[in-house]
């Protein structure tokens, strides 16, 4: 759905900064970026940093470096400015904004300053819950008087800034995704806006940035339906327009738990170190909960774009299937030409090979067999180094072969190989093939032979007389002499 008010669209992503950039808040800012985008309107980063217990050095750097590297750019934000700065509410809060709003709705009898203690809050939440009560403040301190208040103020008494909250009836708001939904206000609290410490709550913070910086679609996960109702208060209370609510369900580990950083589930930069591409990793979250309406699962940004309809979004919860995100990843580095894919593969080969081989000869069947780069090392280990492995491997049905014939084919081949004089993958297996129609035995058991004493593995990027030529002349033989000493004792024992 592309939009047609008369208001331009603007459009936040307001991340906290604690710590890596989940899947979760990468999907958020996602389709923040994409709702932006599709309405010719303005993307803004925020950075919400309120929570100073939990702030995480280093952590607002990630958030840039994660939003510039997925190519979700934004158009006003802390880096780059704009003009409804500052983009960091530490910054704001400093500057005294968070105060003078709280001050005014003071003034307008819609807040008050509460002095309770904590002592005298941890006997209501006591009191309450013996009742079986719902825990909430009384409102005591809304009904002081000036003069009681102007003392208080005086003894330098401690107290938070709350907000008046209804008691009768119900409030209601209209979401893009979930609809209408209406909350009991005798449910509501009276909000607290400004804390002892004079740093401005999340709600309150939130609301006055949003407005100030004239956001028009706010778009965040569920979880924060529940307080709307309490947003939309502060807003009345200022006799400021609401913006349009885009909620968005969560992104499940399970059926039952849904991913979460503080659990350890993994980042984005989680998945970009085991090798995923960025572009196949904006593709899959972007199908986290929502459908374009046909069955296309690979997109580009500029279709992302050209499909992103907030109709389109779920609201189920959508469960992260790592197994998916695989194919989708594979089905991307398909694409890429041979010289592509090497570049990307370079490092990962380089974590396991030390040796100088021609890496060519690997990447054909590294190509066909990746799914994320980490797969790789796994499977060319055995370069630098041949790993210890049981005379059975050499057992394979298909291939007809088991540790006897091979004993008998690997005794074959030495001599064969030892007078090559060219060293080259090709003219390898075509003497190896030559031989095996002078011996009358199948080339496959020679080959097979060849290539689990040359790796010790079933599976391999690359058949025997490829990782014979990768490793030369003199390893060669020396791998197969050793293939020939494990199955000659596989042989005695099974006498």
């Given amino acids: 759905m592309k939009l047609t008010n008369s208001n331009k669209v603007r459009t936040r ?31 803004i980063l925020r950075i919400e940093d309120t929570d100073q217990e939990r702030l995480v050095e280093g952590a607002a750097d990630i958030i840039f470096t994660t939003l510039a590297e997925t190519g979700l750019t934004h158009d006003e934000g802390p880096d780059m400015g704009g003009d409804f700065g500052p983009y960091v509410q530490s910054e704001r809060r400093a500057a005294g904004i968070y105060k003078k709003y709280a001050q005014e709705l003071i003034e307008k009898g819609s807040a008050y300053r509460c002095f309770c203690t904590k002592e005298r809050l941890d006997e209501l939440r006591v009191s309450c819950e013996s009742k079986k009560l719902q825990t909430k403040y009384d409102g005591l301190c809304a009904h002081l008087s000036k003069e009681e208040i102007e003392k208080n103020l005086e003894d330098g008494v ?95 580990r399970d059926a039952q738990k849904k991913l979460s950083k503080r659990d350890g589930d993994a980042s984005y930069r989680d998945f970009i170190d085991k090798g995923c591409l960025k572009e196949a990793l904006i593709n899959y979250i972007a199908l986290l909960g929502w459908n374009a309406g046909d069955d296309r699962e690979k997109f580009t940004m500029e279709e992302l774009i050209e499909a992103f309809d907030i109709k389109g979004i779920s609201k189920s919860p959508a469960i992260f299937d790592e197994v998916k995100l695989r194919w989708l990843n594979s089905e991307y580095l398909r694409e890429m030409t041979t010289e592509q894919f090497k570049e990307k593969a370079m490092p990962f080969i380089q974590k396991v090979v030390k040796r100088d081989i021609d890496v060519d000869i690997l990447i054909g069947g590294l190509h066909k067999r990746t799914e994320f780069l980490e797969d790789i090392p796994p499977q060319i280990d055995f370069i630098e180094e041949l790993p210890q492995y049981d005379a059975e491997l050499y057992r394979n049905k298909k291939m007809k072969t088991n540790p006897e014939n091979s004993l008998e084919a690997l005794n074959e081949l030495v001599p064969l190989l030892e007078v090559c004089n060219e060293w080259d993958h090709e003219l390898l297996f075509l003497k190896i093939v030559e031989f095996s129609e002078k011996t009358g035995v199948n080339k496959k058991k020679y080959l097979w032979s060849l290539r689990v004493a040359l790796s010790g593995k079933k599976m391999t990027p690359g058949g025997g007389t490829d990782i014979a030529a990768m490793l030369g002349k003199e390893e060669t033989l020396s791998r197969i002499n050793k293939g020939i000493e494990i199955l000659k004792i596989y042989g005695e024992k099974n006498e």
Avoid: C
């Avoid at 604690?18 to 389709?31: D, E, K, Q, S």
């Avoid at 709307?228 to 499940?252: E, L, Q």
């Fill in 13 to 43: 992503f307001a991340p906290s900064p604690t710590g890596y950039m989940h899947v979760g808040n990468l999907r958020t800012a996602l389709y923040a970026w994409l709702l932006a985008r599709k309405n010719n309107g303005t993307f």
């Fill in 158 to 252: 401690p107290y938070v800034v709350r907000l008046k909250m209804p008691q009768d009836g119900t409030s209601t708001f209209n979401d893009e995704v979930f609809g209408e939904i209406s909350i009991e206000n005798s449910t509501l609290e009276d909000l607290i806006l400004i804390k002892s410490d004079g740093y401005p709550t999340y709600n309150f913070a939130n609301v006055v940035d949003d407005h100030l910086m004239e956001i028009t679609h706010v778009v965040r996960g569920s979880e924060y339906i529940i307080s709307t109702p309490k947003y939309n208060m502060i807003y009345d209370a200022f006799g400021w327009k609401r913006p349009a609510y885009v909620h968005v369900s969560p992104v499940m």
